[in-house]
């Protein structure tokens, strides 16, 4: 089956550095890859949307410039967060969809999750 | 616009009892699928089921069973004989084509405990 791959799995970084995290599709190509927020028991909130070879679309309310994401190749997505901030703690989430005839048709398949503490 | 509402926020049963997770979503577009995902305690997310609009039979896959009720905009989800092992936090999630970038956007959630 298709297989997100999310890394790291957990980062602890101090105030005002940047974190990396990175998404790759391993055994698909996706053209869109979909970055998400879950704050404790709460739902996935969708930050944006990473297109291969263009910018991000992000959703209202999202900071462009302290989420950086970069779509460089069909199986790569990174999301930076930028000059964190301990109110940047969370668990990114990415996933993809395969890239079928029918792109309403493939389910979502989700990283791992990277849970961020921001110290 | 989209929606998607799971009402019950935590269920808490006892291992072997039938439990049913209720999904109701909003849609204006009469072309769409409708998802099911479980995220246990480690957090990944699971996907289980995809039900297209135009689809409405319901589905049984061992313990599971889906109920697609496009009448009520429903589709439930029942686990029978519930395990341990069910207890994690189960998502209803919707893609219609009118979201324009292919987004699918997901209910609250509802925590499931199964105690032994």
């Known amino acids: 089956g298709a297989v997100v791959s999310q890394h790291p799995s957990r980062v602890i970084c101090k105030s005002g550095t940047s974190v990396k995290i990175e998404c790759r599709s391993l055994?698909?190509?996706?053209?869109?890859m979909f970055w998400y927020r879950q704050f404790p028991k709460q739902s996935l909130m969708l930050m944006a949307t990473?297109?291969?070879?263009?910018?991000?679309?992000?959703e209202q309310g999202v900071e462009k410039d302290k989420f950086l994401i970069n779509h460089a190749s069909l199986t790569l997505s990174t999301l930076t967060v930028t000059s964190a901030h301990p109110e940047d703690s969370s668990f990114y989430i990415c996933?993809?969809?395969?890239?079928?005839?029918?792109?309403?048709?493939?389910?979502?398949?989700f990283g791992n999750g990277t849970r961020l503490t921001v110290t | 616009a989209q929606k998607v509402t799971q009402a019950q926020t935590e269920i808490s049963v006892v291992e072997k009892e039938d439990v049913t997770l209720d999904c109701v979503y909003e849609?204006?577009?009469?072309?769409?699928?409708l998802f099911w995902y479980k995220q246990p305690p480690s957090g990944e997310l699971v996907f289980l089921i995809r039900?297209?609009?135009?689809?409405?039979q319901n589905e049984i896959s061992g313990r599971y069973s889906w109920n697609f009720q496009k009448s009520t905009s429903s589709f439930n989800f029942t686990i029978t004989a519930s395990q341990v092992v069910d207890s994690a936090v189960y998502f209803c999630?919707?893609?219609?084509?009118?979201?324009?970038?292919?987004?699918?956007?997901f209910g609250a959630g509802t925590r499931l405990f199964v105690k032994a």
């Open positions: 849609t204006r577009d009469t072309t769409y699928y």
């Open positions: 996933s993809a969809r395969e890239s079928l005839g029918d792109r309403g048709s493939s389910p979502l398949h």
């Open positions: 055994d698909f190509q996706a053209t869109t």
């Open positions: 990473s297109n291969e070879g263009s910018k991000a679309t992000y």
């Open positions: 039900r297209n609009s135009f689809d409405e």
């Open positions: 999630a919707l893609w219609d084509s009118g979201t324009g970038g292919f987004k699918t956007i």
